[in-house]
Nanobody
Framework: QVQLVESGGGLVQAGGSLRLSCAAS????????MAWFRQAPGKEREFVSC???????IYYADSVKGRFTISRDGINSMYLQMNSLKPEDTAVYYC???????????????????WGQGTQVTVSL
């Protein structure tokens, strides 16, 4: 069983930056694809970014491309550096993990087996 805990959320002004972290316990993340999703009030949870178990494959949603950077330490942690934040980035951010059954990570919520509780990111004007 993999337990995931997000941290690093908060309140920031538009144009600012935040760095989210996702830490795992229970087992290492060495053989797991990882992803970030977010959910704004009244909206569906949406894909933000994902990274393969090796770190070789990375994907971003078009809405965050060029502003967000995903990374991982290869053992127990994953990160999301968020720059040039916009009010529309306001959401609860979730990290997710799945054992590497496929060569590359997916972008759909249903493809991930383990989820954290989420961390709130609020971007003000």
């Amino acid at each position: 069983q993999v337990q995931l805990v997000e941290s690093g959320g908060g309140l920031v002004q538009a144009g600012g930056s935040l760095r989210l972290s996702c830490a795992a316990s229970g087992r290492t993340l060495v053989n797991y694809h990882m992803a970030w999703f977010r959910q704004a009030p009244g909206k569906e949870r949406e894909f933000v970014s994902c990274i393969s178990w090796s770190g070789a494959s990375i994907y971003y949603a078009d809405s965050v491309k060029g502003r967000f950077t995903i990374s991982r330490d290869g053992i127990n942690s994953m990160y999301l550096q968020m720059n040039s934040l916009k009010p529309e980035d306001t959401a609860v951010y979730y990290c997710a993990a799945v054992f590497r059954r496929t060569a590359v990570p997916g972008t759909r919520r249903a493809e991930y087996d383990y989820w954290g509780q989420g961390t709130q990111v609020t971007v003000s004007l």
